[in-house]
């Protein structure tokens, strides 16, 4: 299997883990769907999302061997043919825009590795800095077009820049400000752009250790997944909760999610009564308590954990 395939392969098997973990509370999962938006439709964006990881891996291969400082990644039209393609292939709504914004850098990031060397998560790391620090105000504009297709549900109004205000591609090109510009300003209250401008934080000093924790503790991959998603839901409060509901919803959601794991989480009965319990109360919320960051989140440490040689 090529580099790009496999990075692709890889990427995919993440979605595909992410969303088949249960009880995730409070998200689409195998056992519990939305109104408009069922598992079908996350599974079915997974399969539309692999050319567009194998392109992006390609590009950072490109990239890599010209070493020109000059060529650009193109990352944000990447971002938007994989936001047009999962609204081809399913009609749930918005199901992949997070994971889109995280998983793509990390194809480039991955895809730059040489193919006769093994993919590790230091070097995808290393790669990512590279990937963020080199967009332009072409990825940013492009980025803001995908956003508008996706049109994902509890956006609110961001005090600069609006992705739903017009004038804000005009003040992009103006300014002259790269798609890492545009997260540096959302950062303080979106955890995607946080992990853009920060070395993807979450996914590796976090998630990424979580999931071997687990998995070395249990070999069980649901259990793993699951109690990632509730560590770093205890530690991050979730955004998408916090644009719905505020700031202060979010942090008693995360205060939940860690009193969960002090009874074991999904390694105890008590524990995994405590999430079933936890999961019903979100989805009893209309989706208003739906840690939608979170679950992208995890995607993105497990896209990390798997390029790095994890098999289920």
């Known amino acids: 299997m090529s580099r790009h395939d496999e990075v692709a392969a890889a990427l995919q098997l993440a979605l595909l883990l992410e969303v088949s973990a249960h009880p995730k509370p409070g998200n689409v999962h195998r056992a519990h769907d939305f109104d408009r938006t069922r598992f079908e439709h996350f599974l079915a964006s997974a399969a539309a999302l692999g050319p567009h990881f194998r392109l992006a891996a390609l590009r950072g291969r490109r990239v890599a061997e010209r ?30 825009l997070g994971v889109i914004l995280l998983l793509t850098p990390v194809a480039y990031a991955a895809g730059m590795i040489p193919p006769d060397s093994t ?34 549900g509890g956006m609110g109004k961001a005090p600069e820049l609006d992705v739903n205000d ?51 503790a249990t070999r069980d991959i649901n259990t793993a997944v699951v109690d990632t998603y509730l560590r770093i839901l205890s530690r991050v409060p979730d955004t998408l909760i916090a644009r719905k509901q505020g700031m202060r919803t979010a942090r008693e959601v995360s ?33 208003l308590l739906n840690p939608g960051t979170t679950a992208d989140l995890t995607a993105s440490a497990l896209s990390v954990l798997i390029l790095d040689g994890y098999r289920p």
Not at 73 to 91: F, K, N, T
Not at 135 to 151: E, G, K
Request: proline share 2%; hydrophobic share 35%; charged share 30%.
């Open 119 to 152: 993919l590790r998560a230091l070097e995808i790391r290393k790669n990512l800095r590279r990937v963020v620090s080199r967009t332009t105000p072409a990825d940013a504009v492009n980025t803001y077009r995908a956003i508008s297709h996706a049109s994902p």
């Open 255 to 287: 205060l939940r999610a860690k009193r969960v794991l002090k009874k074991g989480g999904m390694r105890t009965a008590t524990g995994r009564r405590a999430v079933e319990q936890m999961d019903e109360a979100l989805q009893k919320s209309g989706h």
């Open 67 to 96: 070493l020109e400082e000059s060529v650009e990644l193109a990352i944000g039209e990447r971002i938007r043919s994989a936001v047009e393609a999962c609204s081809e292939w399913q009609h749930g709504g918005n199901t992949s």
């Open 166 to 216: 017009k004038n804000s591609i005009v003040e992009i090109r103006k300014r002259t400000l790269s798609l890492l510009d545009i997260f540096r300003i959302s950062a303080r209250y979106d955890t995607i752009s946080y992990e853009w401008v920060n070395g993807f934080s979450v996914t590796f000093d976090i998630g990424l250790p979580s999931l071997y924790q687990e998995l070395q």
